[in-house]
């Protein structure tokens, strides 16, 4: 290793001595940039890694509502802007009860490699708050939304920073989130979040584009082996936003999806998962994965059983960080998986990815995988500022094309560094040089 990456790591550590995540992220990232520090020396003498491993801004705040029996609550609410070098900080929010600073800052720090391999001229942030939405009413999470807005309108906006959906936090959330947004600036909120519903300024495919955008990148990445997801065997971790998207992908392309998840267990069905029934029992019912078993001859719930450990050729992570681990990984393989796709945000533990790779799976890093869901973002930022609705076939074919260019930078630097199917590398590095040239050419700031 070399001593400016040595030091780089060592002062990350001691800054942030209790953030596991966010210091599993920047070291992933960190070591694949040891052969740039080599031949670009430029990167050590304008302290790039420094600068791009400390956030611009960190905002921490509390978040008082009252609940249905009239009982005052009180959450905690994030923003981090990370990174505005490439545009305004973009990244989703996630309410969770595991939210705190570190998850926030390494989805934040993941953001704006993922946010430059869009090209889409847009920084890096990532905001949410530890309320659950689980188990509370339209009501509740309507107050918790206007409380969580009146301290969080202060810090955004089309120009500095525009926050969308993540885990718990969908476009009924953006809806209540905008409508206080409105109510105190008496703007609409329309450069300043983005994952609207359509009637409120949203776009049409930005619910499908994590997921549709994930199996793109997975058709482009079999394709280089003369291979596709016809006829395929797949499990999906998840059943949420990003999930759900996926698995229909899947299915359209001629793939067929044997398992998906929530966090209380997974269901597997033979005869391929139907989506129809997940959709409404996710959608509109809120309801728990296990009551899919009840609706479907033939499938079966295992309870806090993960989806890794039946046979696919295909796995798609889709849920949340760290959920596919080094055991899970050599189930995968033993089933004869041949290629996992990212489309949650570091869901492969490091371990995991290391035996994976060695074994010759294809493996795409979420940076690079689930972009598709801020590029489609920052069409929707595009169509609010010029007053524009674009049909759905037109926001697809440009999710299509974004992802497929994803896919190419990350071959092209692989490929330029002799690490040939590398994509955490050739993410990493792709990711990494726009947004360390703009960090120099703004001079020191
Ligand atoms: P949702 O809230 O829509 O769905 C999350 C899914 O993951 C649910 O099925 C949930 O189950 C499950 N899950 C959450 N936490 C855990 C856990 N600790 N253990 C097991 N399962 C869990 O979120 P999204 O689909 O939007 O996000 C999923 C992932 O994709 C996240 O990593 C997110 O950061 C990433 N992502 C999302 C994007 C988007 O556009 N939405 C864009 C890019 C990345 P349960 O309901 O039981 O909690």
């Given at each position: 290793?070399s001593?400016?990456?040595?030091?780089?790591?060592?002062?990350?550590?001691?800054?942030?001595?209790?953030?596991?995540?966010?210091?599993?992220?920047?070291?992933e990232?960190?070591?694949?940039?040891?052969?740039?520090?080599?031949?670009?020396?430029?990167?050590?003498?304008?302290?790039?890694?420094?600068?791009?491993?400390?956030?611009?801004?960190?905002?921490?705040?509390?978040?008082?509502?009252?609940?249905?029996?009239?009982c005052?609550?009180?959450?905690?609410?994030?923003?981090?802007?990370?990174?505005?070098?490439?545009?305004?900080y973009?990244?989703?929010?996630?309410?969770?009860?595991?939210?705190?600073?570190?998850?926030?800052?390494?989805?934040?720090?993941?953001?704006?490699?993922?946010?430059?391999?869009?090209?889409?001229?847009?920084?890096?942030?990532?905001?949410?708050?530890?309320?659950?939405?689980?188990?509370?009413?339209?009501?509740?999470?309507?107050?918790?939304?206007?409380?969580?807005?009146?301290?969080?309108?202060?810090?955004?906006?089309?120009?500095?920073?525009?926050?969308?959906?993540?885990?718990?936090?969908?476009?009924?959330?953006?809806?209540?989130?905008?409508?206080?947004?409105?109510?105190?600036?008496?703007?609409?909120?329309?450069?300043?979040?983005?994952?609207?519903?359509?009637?409120?300024?949203?776009?049409?495919?930005?619910?499908?584009?994590?997921?549709?955008?994930?199996?793109?990148?997975?058709?482009?990445?079999?394709?280089?082996?003369?291979?596709?997801?016809?006829?395929?065997?797949?499990?999906?971790?998840?059943?949420?936003?990003?999930?759900?998207?996926?698995?229909?992908?899947?299915?359209?392309l001629?793939?067929?999806?044997?398992?998906?998840?929530?966090?209380t267990?997974?269901?597997h069905?033979?005869?391929?998962?139907?989506?129809?029934?997940?959709?409404?029992?996710?959608?509109?019912?809120?309801?728990?994965?296990?009551?899919?078993?009840?609706?479907?001859?033939?499938?079966?719930?295992?309870?806090?059983?993960?989806?890794?450990?039946?046979?696919?050729?295909?796995?798609?992570?889709?849920?949340?960080?760290?959920?596919?681990?080094?055991?899970?990984?050599?189930?995968?393989?033993?089933?004869?998986?041949?290629?996992?796709?990212?489309?949650?945000?570091?869901?492969?533990?490091?371990?995991?990815?290391?035996?994976?790779?060695?074994?010759?799976?294809?493996?795409?890093?979420?940076?690079?995988?689930?972009?598709?869901?801020?590029?489609?973002?920052?069409?929707e930022?595009?169509?609010?500022?010029?007053?524009?609705?674009?049909?759905?076939a037109q926001?697809?074919?440009?999710?299509?094309?974004?992802?497929?260019?994803?896919?190419?930078?990350?071959?092209?630097?692989?490929?330029?560094?002799?690490?040939?199917?590398?994509y955490?590398?050739?993410?990493?590095?792709?990711?990494?040089?726009?947004v360390?040239?703009?960090?120099?050419?703004?001079?020191?700031?």
């Amino acid at each position: 290793m070399s001593s400016y990456l040595h030091r780089s790591l060592e002062t990350l550590t001691d800054r942030n001595p209790s953030q596991a995540l966010f210091k599993q992220a920047v070291t992933e990232v960190f070591e694949s940039l040891e052969p740039l520090l080599h031949e670009i020396p430029e990167i050590e003498a304008n302290a790039i890694l420094e600068r791009i491993s400390e956030p611009e801004r960190q905002i921490m705040f509390r978040v008082t509502w009252v609940d249905d029996q009239g009982c005052i609550q009180v959450n905690r609410g994030y923003r981090v802007g990370f990174s505005s070098a490439l545009g305004p900080y973009k990244g989703g929010m996630r309410f969770h009860p595991s939210v705190e600073l570190d998850v926030i800052k390494f989805l934040a720090f993941e953001q704006i490699f993922k946010n430059s391999l869009t090209g889409l001229g847009i920084g890096g942030g990532k905001g949410g708050s530890d309320f659950d939405p689980k188990g509370k009413s339209d009501g509740e999470v309507m107050r918790f939304c206007q409380a969580f807005m009146s301290e969080l309108y202060h810090f955004v906006g089309e120009d500095t920073d525009v926050p969308a959906g993540d885990i718990g936090v969908g476009a009924r959330e953006i809806g209540y989130l905008a409508g206080q947004y409105k109510r105190l600036t008496k703007r609409f909120a329309h450069g300043v979040l983005t994952g609207k519903q359509v009637g409120l300024g949203g776009s049409l495919a930005r619910k499908e584009a994590t997921g549709y955008g994930a199996v793109y990148f997975a058709a482009e990445m079999l394709a280089t082996r003369q291979d596709s997801l016809k006829g395929k065997h797949c499990v999906v971790s998840g059943s949420g936003n990003v999930a759900i998207y996926c698995a229909r992908k899947i299915q359209e392309l001629g793939g067929k999806v044997m398992a998906m998840s929530d966090s209380t267990g997974c269901v597997h069905d033979p005869a391929g998962i139907d989506l129809d029934i997940v959709t409404a029992l996710k959608e509109v019912e809120r309801a728990r994965i296990s009551e899919y078993s009840n609706r479907r001859h033939g499938s079966k719930f295992f309870e806090q059983q993960k989806v890794w450990n039946f046979p696919c050729e295909v796995a798609f992570p889709c849920a949340t960080q760290n959920e596919l681990a080094l055991e899970d990984a050599k189930a995968l393989l033993e089933n004869g998986c041949q290629a996992v796709i990212e489309g949650a945000n570091m869901p492969t533990t490091p371990e995991a990815i290391a035996l994976l790779r060695e074994k010759g799976t294809l493996f795409a890093p979420g940076k690079a995988a689930n972009a598709g869901g801020v590029a489609v973002s920052a069409l929707e930022m595009q169509q609010n500022a010029a007053l524009q609705n674009w049909s759905f076939a037109q926001v697809d074919d440009r999710l299509k094309a974004i992802m497929a260019n994803i896919h190419n930078d990350c071959v092209f630097y692989a490929n330029k560094y002799r690490r040939t199917e590398d994509y955490v590398f050739g993410a990493n590095v792709a990711g990494f040089l726009k947004v360390a040239e703009a960090v120099k050419s703004y001079g020191v700031f």
